[in-house]
Structures are given as structure tokens and as C-alpha cells.
């Protein structure tokens, strides 16, 4: 763990057992993933982090991600600023900054996790560290944003860490020339993961009408279901071979899943959840 533990705890915090058991789980993540979470300050350690999301969003130094300069600013304000090391090979790195004070919000920029390192719980430990770090400094909710059409991000994000949307963002960043979103809309769903509020059970939604489904030709197919109370929002098993397959399957899949989450996100209803099997669970605003 980084020694951000040792340093002063910032005014009216999250209740200190809260804390603890932030730090303790936070711990247990880094010790089964095998990895130590450091806080980066040295040009050095921050030039590896912008190499490492340059492979893992396949792009040149012209279009990092994030810049060493930004990091540096970053690093130098007392930021989230975080790699996560095996000895000396950096596997993963996640970078954060803070809201309006009143917010208590710490917002989650980028984070990434080498591919040789995949399956191996770093992200989820980074995810705990940051609660950790962000409890102690006084935040009580993180935000972050991700692709809504990636299927193992939304489990990560819903089901695992338990954070949920509360809005979706169309071409969210604009154009961006790498490897992982160049000729796709960036559209983003928008997550709040608040720390200081116990979890709730979705549910199994065995009730649910499927408005979006994979067809058999792996293009979307949409039902109507005005008076389901709940409902579900279906995704492409692997949107990112899709697109590489089948660029048009995956602009349908874009602007269907656009459409559908839009329309229901203003009309009141809530993502509470996500299936592996049948996507996004949602329940509608009653009357």
C-alpha cells in the first residue's frame, strides 16, 4: 500500500471504521493480485505510465491517452495518481482528481491494466485502493465513465464494485485517434460509486421484458414493451471483435443501445444492475 496512510486525515471523514475496512480489503486485493499500489511523484515512474496506456489504447505518443506533462501536474497537485508494480514491471496505473470540495467526489480519469496482466484482479485492486485513498481524504463518491457497449466493463463496473449509471453521454471525448476507439462514437455511461452507502441486491429480473437482443446474424434486435415495469438492454458478446469483424454490426449496435438507454434515462428510469446473459436491468419510473 502507498503511504498516503500515514498523512493527516482530512476533515469530517467517512466514519473511521469505514476507513479501516477500506484498507484492510484494499490490502487483501493487492496481496491476491500480487501486486503493491504506489503513489507516483518521479518523472521517471510517470513516463512509464503514459508508455503503458499508449500500448494499451494501441496509439502513438501523439495520442496518449494522457500526456507526462498532465501527469506531472497532477502528481505535483496531490492527485490520484497510482501505478501498480510486480518488482519493478508496472502492470496497471490509474489516474483521478478531485471535484468541487462539496462534492466529495473524486473523479476517475483513465485506468488501465497491461495485457499480459489480464485476469489477475489488478484492476479490481486499483478500484479498492482508490476507495481506500478516497475515503481517508474525505470523498464519499467516485466517478468514472466507460464504453456502454463493452460487456466485461459493465460486470466490472455494476456488479462487481456495485457502482451505477446515473447518465449517458453521447460522443462523450469527440473523435479519438488510437487504436481501441478510432472511427466509433465515444459515447460513455456515467457512474457515481458511493462509498459510504451499503450495496442493493438488483435482483434476478426473471420478470423482465427484453427490449434489445442479439439476433442471429450478431445485429440488434429491438421489442417494444411500453408497460414493462422493468426491462433489459442487451449488448454484442465482444463488441470489439464485432467492430473489427463487422464495423457496420457495431455502429448498429452503437446507435441501438444509444437510442434505448437514452430514451429510458430521460423518461426516469434507473440502471440498477447488469446480467451477463441479458445485459442492462432497468426499472422504469412508476405512474
Not at 493527516?8 to 493480485?33: G, S
Not at 462487481?160 to 460513455?188: M, Q
Request: negative net charge.
Amino acid at each position: 500500500m502507498s503511504d498516503y496512510l500515514a498523512s493527516p486525515i482530512a476533515a469530517e471523514p467517512p466514519p473511521a471504521v469505514l476507513r479501516h475496512d477500506a484498507v484492510a480489503e484494499a490490502a487483501a486485493a493487492a496481496a491476491d493480485a500480487g501486486v503493491e499500489l504506489r503513489e507516483l511523484r518521479d518523472l521517471v515512474d510517470l513516463e512509464q505510465v503514459a508508455q503503458l496506456y499508449i500500448d494499451i489504447w494501441k496509439g502513438t505518443p501523439g495520442t496518449a491517452p494522457v500526456s507526462v506533462e498532465m501527469l506531472r501536474a497532477l502528481s505535483a497537485a496531490e492527485s490520484y495518481v497510482v501505478g501498480a508494480y510486480d518488482g519493478p514491471a508496472l502492470l496497471g496505473a490509474c489516474v483521478a482528481f478531485a471535484g468541487p470540495p462539496e462534492s466529495r467526489l473524486l473523479h476517475s480519469h483513465i485506468a488501465g491494466v497491461a495485457a499480459a496482466a489480464q485476469q489477475r484482479g489488478v484492476g479490481y485492486a486499483i478500484k479498492l485502493h482508490q476507495r481506500a485513498w478516497a475515503l481517508h481524504h474525505g470523498m464519499e463518491t467516485i466517478a468514472w465513465t466507460f464504453d456502454p457497449l463493452i460487456r466485461r466493463n459493465a460486470h466490472f463496473n455494476l456488479t462487481k464494485l456495485g457502482a451505477r449509471p446515473v447518465r449517458y453521454h453521447v460522443n462523450f471525448y469527440g473523435a479519438l485517434d488510437d487504436g481501441i476507439n478510432r472511427e466509433d462514437a465515444t459515447d460513455r455511461l456515467y457512474l457515481h460509486w458511493e462509498l459510504t452507502v451499503p450495496r442493493t441486491a438488483a435482483g434476478e429480473f426473471r420478470d423482465a421484458a427484453a427490449v434489445l437482443v442479439s439476433g442471429p446474424d450478431d445485429r440488434p434486435r429491438t421489442t417494444l414493451a411500453p408497460q414493462a415495469a422493468r426491462i433489459t438492454v442487451g449488448l454484442p458478446g465482444d463488441v470489439e471483435r464485432l467492430r473489427d469483424a463487422d464495423p457496420e454490426a457495431g455502429r448498429q449496435w452503437r446507435l441501438a443501445v444509444r437510442a434505448l438507454l437514452c430514451a429510458e434515462l430521460e423518461a426516469g428510469a434507473r440502471i440498477v444492475g447488469f446480467d451477463q446473459a441479458r445485459g442492462y436491468l432497468l426499472e422504469r419510473a412508476s405512474g
